[in-house]
């Protein structure tokens, strides 16, 4: 696998995650009260997640965790991931589960081509307070700190 594509994605799931650096984590409100059925607003999550642990996990996968800090460095959560490196596509696929007082969010996210810093994908769902979520996950390695990872986490509930 390429160290820096492992790199960056093992930064990633801090997902979940989820930050250190520059970014506020920013919440909407809870539009649950808005009536049965009602979708709630998207809520937003921007942090910084920066590797804490990791290792390998056979020839191609990896396992870490992050920690996540928001823009004036103050622990906002923590995440767990694990991703594989595709060598045929040179794609990297990381699963993650964010954890955050009252739940966990859950996604993934995947990074076309050996070279690429940026990450998409989906929040797949949650447990407690974040049961039921879907969203977008978009995270950017941080220039020049391949271990720091930027991410936006966009999630509705039902």
Do not use: C, W
């Not at 937003?44 to 870490?64: C, I, P, V, W, Y």
């Not at 694990?82 to 739940?103: C, D, E, M, P, W």
């Not at 995947?110 to 994908?121: K, Q, R, S, Y």
């Not at 700190?145 to 509705?156: F, R, W």
Request: hydrophobic share 40%; proline share 1%; net charge neutral.
């Amino acid at each position: 696998m390429h160290h820096k594509a492992r790199t960056t994605a093992l930064a990633v799931g801090t997902a979940l995650i989820i930050g250190t650096t520059g970014f506020a984590v920013a919440q909407g409100d809870d539009a649950g009260k808005a009536g049965a059925g009602a979708a709630q607003a998207v809520k937003t999550l921007k942090f910084s997640a920066t590797t804490d642990r990791e290792m390998g996990a056979g020839m191609t996968g990896f396992l870490a965790t992050e920690i996540e800090k928001n823009a004036k460095g103050k622990k906002v959560g923590f995440d767990v991931i694990s991703g594989v490196f595709n060598s045929t596509n040179q794609s990297l696929t990381v699963y993650v589960a964010i954890a955050r007082k009252g739940g966990l969010l859950y996604g993934n996210v995947v990074a076309e081509g050996e070279n690429d810093t940026t990450f998409e994908g989906k929040v797949t769902g949650g447990a407690g307070k974040f049961k039921g979520a879907k969203g977008t996950i978009v995270a950017e390695e941080e220039a020049g700190n391949d271990d720091v990872v930027q991410i936006t986490v966009k999630y509705q509930l039902p």
